[in-house]
Every structure is written in structure tokens, then in C-alpha cells.
């Protein structure tokens, strides 16, 4: 097990690696850059903008550019942001409890709808309700977030004037209240693609532990079938769960990313198309690589489950 | 406007005897708001209330000697002093100094080439330090330290022997008459030089996000991506401040500010503003005052001058024609924006008011390319010698009323028998070697190409300032004119206001004339804000909202 | 050739017991429908408009649907929504089948490689694949087009270079659990070459769920171009395309709500028909569907 352990973490390090290579060498190369910004400023020239390049070593080569950046990282000095001058940590670390709000709010909307949803589909297997949510769950796999969310502001903040339009809190209040009011519509949204795809994963894992003998003999014992169910689901599914949680970590990122923008809340992905459109290098690094991490350690975390549970893949 | 000749005449040197004055307004204006400042000295322990100011884009640049963009200015503006800046008419008024130096009262010699300035006494800094003549000679040698990131050295490098003559004077000499400093001294604002002491890197010094100036608003605290709150100084040396706490609020999207406005959660609507489209709707809303003001920037149509297309007048002169300015100003941008012919805002001193109109006709537009030769091909696309009418066009990608101007021309242009495609580019790839390299055929761009209120722009139009041909400027068509470069020329080392303005007046006219950029309108933004606050100044000379936010009151 | 013969034979019978269970397959069959009318309508549509897709009239700008000819209003320039948003189908469907053939190709080459080859090679490149899956998906696709010119077919390689990987993991693991069966075996043993077998033996024999991904690509494609048009990074105007038609939509949400539920309903059917497909070709392949 250790030296399974070890091997995947090896292999996750190279993965990471390669990660930070693809995402720096693509930044780089391409052209403009984060001087752009600058050029429509009254009085600007080609000589100051040569003055500032030189002076952030802009125009030194890529893989020096590369390792020089490496080499800081691998001692935890993430840079700093070409914008703020900033520690690009400090800066991510601010954007992290928006966008963890968000994350974790729409998650829990996700994971209890979705597996009621599911768990009542398997049960009644075969009726309207099972069929029609399967059906929902498709067709809410396949409406763009971004679009889900026109439409909610469109509807709930614009014509029935419920909830705010964008933005994490009003200016000048705060309350919880407020944030509460804000929160609603994004997470609604966020939470749509993931309560589909809970609700098919909760569905197929009960008819699981439905069919086994376990649960057919605790029924035969008499117990009474919401409490057999109950236990023996939860109890079942219960890490798979996290595997899956953990596998669909980017699919909520790249979520979270475009829920962001469209209800303008100041988290991560916000931050992300912000210092993309600056060309705010350091600061896209950070964040390819915190995206990277967790999804690295969300696929690690399913891989050490499963061999957990499964003898069978350590010996692969 | 500014040539009212009876207002200014005490303070202006008679054309005799002023050589060489200060380059850039209309003369040296003392401002009854900046000499009031006994009586206005109490105000800042007084500061009631909080004030939101909302922007699009977020202030991240808190030391304005390094590289920024407008925004940042916002909070330069509430947080530090400049020696003096400019009034919405142009003139200068004294902030740190106890008057704007001039030939007159002795503060520049007659050459132009020593400058003496006196400050004001008993300033202090935000943390309580004394503010004296070595953090002015601290800040005006800061950005030509070959060590510090800095944003320009335009005119600080031109200036040596910086002298500390006591705790409030200071005198230095220009290497050479240079008529745009006083501009650039308009923008540059004094930063602390007790703030650096022992800071081995000035690029990361802590002070860079904390920053410490002399201005009406203390800096309190950020949080990114959010907001950045200021609160009153209390010991302000000028008039105000008047307001306790103002929140500048970063609201990155335009639709959402403008319902915090409507809905009453943002006072003021800053940078970007109130988009065109809901200016009738903003200006019926109860409690607010929403008003258009000029702006600095103006738009146009920039054409590639060394692209074989654009070489003839004729063609230039068509595709300006072929342009129906008025319906993309009244039907996409609501009316708003002003046509105008020139770079030059119309509220300068320096605007030529007599420049040719323009007028949309096609079938001039079509004369012209039949006269000169260009005769329509097979594909219904005008060629002549080999070179096909056709190029592309390009601009940011995103800016959606700009989009839609940019399409609608290119089908005004298909009607005269002109091919334009459409590239758009992000903006940091459009903004890049695209942009100062000169590699696109056209492009629409807005740009303000003037410091302050100073006419002079020679980076953008004088023939040895292209990129493309190894120049350092800006002059990104690659516009040559002998005529405009002598002017140029003329009128960087004219210091007297009356004598530059025919100069620049003329390098307008032929500029028109020549159409190496087909003007398209002079920016004009819809400001709203809540009926009781009262301060904010539209001010073409100054970029951004807060220039005068000690005076703004609720 | 009668290795192939032998086993071309199950092949074609389970494509047979595959064709017959997709038919039966509510769902998948309301997919095709939904896909084959957008495809008609988005291409034959134009036809029977009086308006051109780029033809600007300003006097018309922000018509509401159902009015004055224009079946789903105008857009900012006046021009027929119902016109663009057809044109728009035709380059957001071309650009998906354009991703799916790439991504298809370049995912059942590296994962044909891998799965025959295993080793070092597999390892190399599954976990190139592991890297480009760490990526979250818009994440990429929006550095590189905040870069490259945006075309319609800079596009399609874009999404397609994130969108390859579902399709070589399938492969590889396909390939691998055939490598060892006894037709590979044989051919081995008659000495053919290593891309003969990949190429004639396994894929073929992986055709099912390589199917089943590459129609889930084609839906995927076009949410993807939806977001990156949406945000601004993709398809140009004049150009329309359903993503395109969406950037901006949310500025005249009040005003002019049609902007953004035309061509989000259009989008959501696409997908969702393509998906419907996927889901039935899934079952349809899968031999355990029976069972159930």
C-alpha cells in the first residue's frame, strides 16, 4: 500500500510539473502582454514601455523565465502580481472565501437534492417521477450555466425583483442577511450541473445496495425499510461520495468561473478572467496550479479510496 | 470658456516680457478654493457621513509612480497632493505650493531653464511626519531611478541640481526648455520619502500597498477585488475633506452598477459610469442628478499609413465620407458622445473650432474612388494598380457598443465598394506590438493623447515617432508631415500660451486634412450620482472622478 | 485476411444488437429528432427568411419578436434574430463536428498507442492525458484564446485540444483489455505490424464506446464555444454564432430579454439532443442493458 501511495504521489508531482510547463510556455508565448494595459495611457511611448519590460525582465527568454519561476515556487514564493505587487498567495488567499462560499453552498444544495432525488428515483424505479428525473438531469447537464444564470437574474431579480442581481454583498451593508440574499441566485445556479449528476450517482449506488442480500434480509428481519435504507445507503455510499466529490472538482471550478461572472461575485474566477485580461502572469500561474492542486488531490483522494476498498488496483 | 482675456490678465506676463512661461494652461489660475484655506481648515475633523464611489475596474496601484491605468488615479487623487493641477478650464492651481511659479511672480526664470517653488507650511503627513522640500526632491527623483520600476521619465529626466534650498524651497534647472513639464508636474503626485528610508528593493517597498500621502483622505484598508476604504484627514491642509469615509467600491460589471445606483446602495457612479443606453431612464430617476460630461478621449478610426491602400488622400478621404458618424453617435450611442474633427477636447484652450465638417454622402464617398482610379472589380471590391480596397479592422474584443459602430461601417463600406473585415483582438494582444508596432491595417481605438491640459502630442503625429520605423513614440500610423513635425517642433519651445495656439491650431488643421485617423466623436460619459452630493466636476484634464473629492459634500 | 474476418463477425453482430436496442431507445430517438430538426432549420432555414444575418438596419434595432417580419425580434443593429441565429447553427454545429473529428482522432490515436503498447509509452502519455485533464476545462480553453486569433477554426482546435482526453482514456482501456485476447494474439504471431493491428484489429474493436464519446463530444463542443463566445474569447462578430449571440445579451436583459432566451433555448436543445443520443448509444452498446 505504501509503495502504491508513494508511486501516485510521485506521479502526481511530475503531473503538476508538466502542469505549470504547458500553462507558463502558453502565457509566455503568446503575444501582447501586460504592458498592453498601458499603451492608451495620455503621453505613453515605445520607450517607456521598453524601459518597464526591461525592467520586470520581461524580455529575457521563456525557460529562464520558466525555471527562474519554478525555482521560486518549489521554495513557496508564489511571485507576485505584475498589477498590486501583491504575493500572488495573498492575493488568491483573499478571493478564496467568495469563491469557497459559493463552492460550498452550491455543493450541499447539490449533494442533499440531488441524492434525495436519486434515492427516491431507485426506490420507485420505473415510475413517472424516476423517469421524468432522469430526463431533468439531462437536460440540466446541457443548459450552460451562464445562460441558467441569465435567465434567474431574468426571472427572480429583474421581474419578481427577489434577490439582487450580482455581487457578493451590498455596498455599505453586509449583514448576514445580505450575503444570504446575494448567495441564493449563484448557488442556485452553480449547484444545477452537480445536483444532475448527483442524483444519476445516488440512483445507481442505491439500486446497488438495494439489490444485495444484506438489505434484502435486514428487510426480511422486519426492520422498518426507511431505517434499513437509510443506514445501509448512506452508510454505503458514503465513500464513493467523497470519490466523486473529489473527481468533480474541476467541472466546479470551471462552474464556479462562469457563475462569477455573470453575478459578478469577487471570488477566484472572478480574479481569474480579471488578471488574464491584465495579463497578470504570476497571478494566472497561481491559479492554474491551485486549480491543479486540488484537482490533483481530488483524483488522489478517489485513487487511494478505491485501492482502499479494492486490493485489486494496488497490484496493477 | 478660456479666452476670456479680462479674467486671467493679473497673473499673465505681457507677451514682452515672458519669454518663456509655463507651457500649459492658459496662464497660472489661483483657484478661490485652494486660497481659502484658513477658513477651510477645520473641515476634515468636521467629515460627516460615507460615501460610496463605485468603479468598473479595480485600483490596484497605490504608488503613482509606478505603472497604473486611470483607476488608480482615482485613489491618487483622494490620498496625495500634487504641487499643483489643473481646473476643469485648464488653469493650474496651486495644492502643495504656496503659488503656481511663473515668469511673473519669479518662480522660472526668463529662459524657462530654473524653476524655484515654495510650499506651503505646517503639512503633514498621514502618519504625522512633518511634509518638507526633501520629500518633493525625493519624489521628483524617484522615477528616474535606474532601479525602480517607474511609470515615465518624461520631463523628471530633463531636470537636474534638484536643490533643497529650506524645509519649503526648492529650486532645479531643465537640461532644455521643455514646455510640457508644468503638465507633467500637474500629475505627479508627492510621495514620502521617510517611507522608503532603508527599503532595498523600491519596486516591493510596504509602502506600495499602504500608502502614506498628504491628501484628504487617509488610506484604511483593501480588500481586494472588493473595495478600498479612505477615511478623513483631519489635519488637511487644503479646503475639506467633508465626508467621514468614502468607499471606493470595485463593481466589475456596468449593468450591476447601475442598479446599485438606481437601487440607492451607490452614491457617486465612477469610472465607466452609466452605460448610454440607460441614460434616459437614469435621467427620470427621482433623487438623483445624472448629467453627460465631456471627457479627454476621443475616438477614431486609425488607418495604417504604410499599407499600400491608405497611400492616396482620395482614399482616405472616401472612407472618412463613407462613415455615417451621426447615425452610429445618435442610434448606438443614444445621442451622447459629440462629433468632432480633431484630438483636441473641445473645451481646450487650444481646439480648433474652424476644422472642416464632416459629411456622410456615399456617393461623394464614390466619386472620389472613380476619379482616383480605384475602379470595382468582379467581386464588387474596388482595386487600382493591383491593390485591392480591402483590409481588415480591428479593435478589443468585448467592447460591445464599439462592436457594433464597427460593423455598421463596415457595411456603409461595402456599399462604396470596400472590403473591411473584422479581427478583433483581446485586449492585451490588441494593445501590445499589435497596437505599437503598427501590424494592423485599421483599427478603432479611443485615446487621449494629451498630459493634462498641455496641446502638445507630438508622440502620436511627429514622423520620427513611429515604432514600426524604430522610433520611441507613439505615433502608431506612421503619419509623416514635415509641415507638422517643424510645428511640433515650434511649439515645444513656446511657452506663451497666445503664441502656441495657433501652432497647435494649425497642426489640427492639417492633421485633418491629411486623415491619417478618421475622427469620430469626442467621449462624453452619462455621471449619476445622489442628488445630495454635490462636488464632482466633469474635468477634461484630469482623468479620472475624484480630482477635486476634497470639496465633495452629502 | 481471415483474421479480420473472424473478427469482423461478432462485430458486426453486436452493431446490429446495438442498432436495434438504440431504436428502441425513447430518448435517444427524441435526441435524433431534436438534432436533425435544428439541423434543418439552421440550414435550410435562411432560405425562407426575407432577412440576410448581416444585413444592418438601424431604424429596426430592438424590434420585439413577432414584429414587423422579424419571427424573433432584432438585435442592437436591427439585424433579424431569427436569420442570425440560424447562420449561428451552422458554425456552432460545424464547430462541434469539426471538435469531434479531431478530438476523436487524436484521442483514439494516443489512446491506441498507450493501451497496445503499454510500459513506459502508456505511461508517458496518459499522463500527458492526466495533465490536460487537470486543467479545468474553461480555465484552458480561455488562456489560449485570450491569445490566438479568434477564427472559427482556431476555435474548433482549441476546444478540441481540451476536449481529446475522455476519448483516449476510453481507448486505452479498451485496447488494453483486448490486447491479450487471441485474435490480437494471431495476428501478432503472422508477423503483422504493430499499426495494423492497432489500427485494423483494436480500434475497430473499441468502435462502440468511441462512438458513445464522440457524441458526447459534439454536445460538449458546443456548450464550450457557448461559454468562451459568451465571455467574449471566441467566435467574432460579425460572424454569428450562438455563443456570440449571447455575449452582450446580458447588457439588454431588461430591455431586450429575447437577446438572450433565443439563443439559449437553440444551445440547450443541441446539447441536450446530442446527449440524448450519447445516453442511447451508451446503453445501446453496452451489453449489460439487457440484463437489467
Known amino acids: 500500500m505504501l509503495r502504491y501511495v508513494l508511486g501516485r504521489l510521485w506521479q502526481s508531482a511530475i503531473l503538476l510539473l508538466l502542469v505549470s510547463f504547458i500553462g507558463f510556455v502558453v502565457l509566455s508565448l503568446a503575444p501582447g502582454g501586460p504592458l498592453s494595459q498601458f499603451a492608451l495611457s495620455p503621453g505613453m511611448t515605445q520607450e517607456q514601455l521598453d524601459r518597464i519590460a526591461e525592467q520586470m525582465g520581461l524580455n529575457r527568454p521563456v525557460i529562464i523565465q520558466y525555471l527562474e519561476w519554478l525555482r521560486h515556487m518549489l521554495a513557496g514564493n508564489w511571485g507576485v502580481s505584475y498589477r498590486d505587487g501583491q504575493p500572488v498567495l495573498k492575493i488568491i488567499g483573499s478571493h478564496l472565501f467568495a469563491t469557497l462560499l459559493l463552492m460550498v453552498t452550491s455543493t450541499i444544495l447539490a449533494v442533499s437534492i440531488g441524492s434525495t432525488i436519486g434515492i427516491v428515483s431507485a426506490i420507485r424505479r420505473g415510475s413517472v417521477f424516476d423517469y421524468t428525473m432522469t430526463v431533468l438531469a439531462m437536460v440540466a447537464l446541457s443548459i450552460p450555466t451562464f445562460w441558467f444564470g441569465l435567465v434567474a437574474i431574468y426571472v427572480f431579480s429583474l421581474n419578481l425583483g427577489w434577490f439582487p442581481a450580482g455581487n457578493m454583498y451590498t455596498a455599505g451593508d453586509g449583514s448576514i442577511l445580505d450575503y444570504a440574499r446575494h448567495l441564493v441566485l449563484p448557488a442556485m445556479v452553480l449547484a444545477l450541473v452537480d445536483l444532475a449528476i448527483w442524483s444519476r450517482y445516488m440512483r445507481t449506488a442505491t439500486l446497488n445496495v438495494i439489490n444485495q442480500d444484506f438489505v434484502r434480509t435486514a428487510r426480511a428481519k422486519g426492520l422498518p425499510r426507511r431505517r434499513v435504507l437509510f443506514k445501509h445507503i448512506v452508510g454505503n455510499a458514503l465513500i464513493p461520495m467523497i470519490t466523486l466529490a473529489g473527481l468533480q472538482l474541476p467541472t466546479l471550478l470551471g462552474g464556479a468561473l462562469v457563475t462569477e461572472t455573470v453575478f459578478t461575485w469577487p471570488g477566484m474566477g472572478r480574479l481569474f478572467l480579471d488578471s488574464l485580461g491584465y495579463s497578470d502572469y504570476p497571478v494566472v500561474m497561481g491559479l492554474l496550479m491551485t486549480s491543479a492542486i486540488f484537482v490533483v488531490i481530488g483524483n488522489l483522494a478517489a485513487d487511494l479510496t478505491i485501492a482502499l476498498i479494492d486490493p485489486r488496483v494496488r497490484l496493477e | 470658456m478660456t479666452d476670456d482675456p479680462n479674467r486671467n490678465s493679473p497673473f499673465r506676463p505681457s507677451r514682452r516680457t515672458a519669454l518663456r512661461l509655463m507651457g500649459a494652461g492658459a496662464g497660472a489660475l489661483m483657484l478661490p478654493s485652494a486660497i481659502g484655506r484658513s477658513a477651510a481648515l477645520a473641515a476634515g475633523a468636521d467629515a460627516t457621513g460615507q460615501l460610496i464611489l463605485a468603479f468598473s475596474q479595480e485600483p490596484t496601484v497605490f504608488n503613482p509612480f509606478m505603472p497604473h491605468i486611470e483607476v488608480d488615479e482615482g485613489i491618487h487623487f483622494a490620498v496625495f497632493d500634487t504641487l499643483f493641477t489643473f481646473d476643469p478650464k485648464g488653469e493650474l492651481y496651486p495644492v502643495l505650493v504656496t503659488e503656481v511659479p511663473t515668469v511673473a511672480n519669479g518662480g522660472i526664470s526668463a529662459d524657462g531653464l530654473s524653476w524655484k517653488i515654495k510650499l506651503k507650511e505646517g503639512v503633514t503627513w498621514h502618519d504625522g511626519t512633518p511634509f518638507t522640500a526633501e520629500d518633493v526632491k525625493f519624489s521628483l527623483e524617484l522615477p528616474v531611478d535606474p532601479d525602480f520600476r517607474s511609470w515615465r521619465t518624461t520631463g523628471y529626466n530633463l531636470m537636474k541640481d534638484i536643490t533643497v534650498v529650506s524645509p519649503t524651497e526648492l529650486t532645479w534647472t531643465m537640461t532644455q526648455p521643455f514646455a510640457p513639464m508644468a503638465a507633467v508636474l500637474g500629475s505627479t503626485w508627492i510621495v514620502p520619502k521617510h517611507a522608503f528610508d532603508g527599503v532595498a528593493d523600491r519596486n516591493s517597498a510596504p509602502f506600495n500597498n499602504a500608502p502614506i500621502g498628504t491628501g484628504p483622505f487617509v488610506w484604511k484598508e483593501r480588500m481586494a477585488g472588493d473595495h478600498i476604504r479612505l477615511e478623513a484627514n483631519p489635519d488637511y491642509h487644503g479646503e475639506g475633506p467633508f465626508i467621514k469615509t468614502l468607499i471606493v467600491k470595485y463593481i466589475p460589471d456596468l449593468n450591476v452598477m447601475y442598479t446599485q445606483f438606481k437601487s440607492g446602495d451607490v452614491d457617486v457612479v465612477g469610472l465607466q459610469w452609466i452605460t448610454p443606453d440607460h441614460y434616459e431612464e437614469a435621467k427620470a430617476l427621482p433623487g438623483k442628478t445624472v448629467e453627460i460630461a465631456g471627457a479627454g478621449s476621443f475616438e477614431s478610426f486609425a488607418l495604417n499609413m504604410m499599407r499600400p491602400q491608405f497611400q492616396e488622400l482620395a482614399v482616405r478621404q472616401a472612407l472618412y465620407a463613407a462613415i455615417d458618424k451621426q447615425s452610429i453617435i445618435d442610434a448606438l450611442y443614444y445621442g451622447i458622445p459629440q462629433v468632432t474633427e480633431t484630438y483636441m477636447p473641445q473645451q481646450s484652450y487650444y481646439y480648433n473650432p474652424d476644422l472642416p465638417k464632416h459629411e456622410f454622402n456615399l456617393d461623394t464617398a464614390n466619386k472620389l474612388l472613380d476619379d482616383a482610379g480605384w475602379a470595382k472589380g468582379p467581386d464588387g471590391i474596388r482595386a487600382k494598380d493591383g491593390v485591392k480596397l480591402s483590409f481588415t479592422n480591428s479593435t478589443t474584443a468585448g467592447n460591445h457598443l464599439r462592436e457594433q459602430a464597427q460593423q455598421f461601417i463596415q457595411q456603409t463600406f461595402k456599399e462604396i465598394g470596400v472590403e473591411m473585415t473584422i479581427s478583433n483582438l483581446p485586449p492585451a494582444v490588441m494593445w501590445g506590438e499589435f497596437w505599437m508596432q503598427s501590424q494592423f491595417d485599421t483599427c478603432i481605438v479611443g485615446m487621449n493623447t494629451l498630459l493634462g491640459a498641455d496641446p502638445d502630442n507630438s508622440d502620436y503625429f511627429m514622423s520620427a515617432n513611429s515604432a514600426a520605423r524604430g522610433g520611441a513614440g507613439q505615433n502608431t500610423t506612421c503619419y509623416q508631415n514635415p509641415e507638422v513635425d517643424a510645428l511640433f517642433k515650434q511649439g515645444g519651445e513656446t511657452f506663451v500660451p497666445e503664441d502656441r495656439k495657433p501652432i497647435y491650431q494649425k497642426i489640427q488643421e492639417l492633421i485633418r486634412h491629411d486623415l491619417p485617423l478618421l475622427p469620430l466623436y469626442q467621449y462624453a460619459v452619462v455621471k449619476g450620482r445622489k442628488e445630495n452630493v454635490t462636488g464632482p466636476v466633469p474635468n477634461v484634464n484630469n482623468r479620472i472622478d475624484t480630482w477635486n473629492v476634497n470639496t465633495w459634500k452629502m | ?292
Not at chain 3, 473478427?7 to 444488437?17: E, G, H, L, T, V
Not at chain 3, 446495438?18 to 432555414?45: D, E, N, P
Not at chain 3, 488562456?143 to 476555435?155: E, S
Open chain 3, 1 to 292: 485476411m481471415s483474421l479480420t474476418d473472424t473478427a469482423a463477425a461478432p462485430r458486426q453482430f453486436i452493431r446490429s444488437r446495438a442498432l436495434r436496442r438504440f431504436l428502441s431507445h425513447k430518448l435517444a430517438l427524441l435526441g435524433v429528432f431534436m438534432v436533425a430538426m435544428l439541423t434543418v432549420v439552421c440550414f435550410a432555414g435562411p432560405w425562407f427568411l426575407p432577412y440576410d444575418e448581416l444585413y444592418i438596419d438601424l431604424r429596426a434595432r430592438f424590434a420585439p419578436p413577432m414584429t414587423g417580419g422579424h419571427i424573433f425580434g432584432t438585435d442592437p443593429l436591427g439585424r433579424d434574430l431569427a436569420a442570425r441565429l440560424f447562420h449561428a447553427g451552422q458554425v456552432s454545429m460545424s464547430i462541434g463536428f469539426a471538435v469531434m473529428v479531431i478530438a476523436t482522432t487524436i484521442g483514439s490515436v494516443v489512446g491506441v498507442v498507450a493501451g497496445y503498447y503499454g510500459g513506459r509509452v502508456a505511461a508517458v502519455l496518459m499522463r500527458i492525458v492526466d495533465a490536460f485533464l487537470a486543467f479545468p476545462s474553461v480555465f484552458l480553453l480561455l488562456v489560449l484564446a485570450a491569445f490566438i486569433k479568434p477564427g472559427p477554426a482556431m476555435i474548433a482546435l482549441i476546444i478540441a485540444a481540451t476536449s481529446w482526453m475522455e476519448v483516449a482514456r476510453i481507448v486505452e482501456a479498451e485496447v488494453k483489455s483486448l490486447r491479450d485476447r487471441d485474435f490480437v494474439q494471431a495476428a501478432r504471431m503472422l508477423g503483422l505490424s504493430g499499426r495494423w493491428i492497432m489500427f485494423r484489429e483494436l480500434l475497430p474493436n473499441a468502435i462502440g464506446p468511441i462512438i458513445v464519446a464522440a457524441t458526447l463530444t459534439v454536445a460538449r463542443a458546443i456548450l464550450l464555444e457557448a461559454y468562451i463566445s459568451f465571455l467574449g474569447y471566441g467566435i467574432q462578430p460579425p460572424l454569428p454564432s450562438w455563443g456570440n449571440m449571447l455575449n452582450g445579451a446580458q447588457q439588454y436583459l431588461q430591455s431586450a430579454p429575447w437577446l438572450a432566451i433565443v439563443p439559449g433555448v437553440a444551445i440547450t436543445m443541441a446539447v441536450t439532443g446530442f446527449n440524448f443520443i450519447g445516453d442511447g448509444l451508451r446503453d445501446a452498446f453496452d451489453s449489460r442493458t439487457d440484463l437489467k
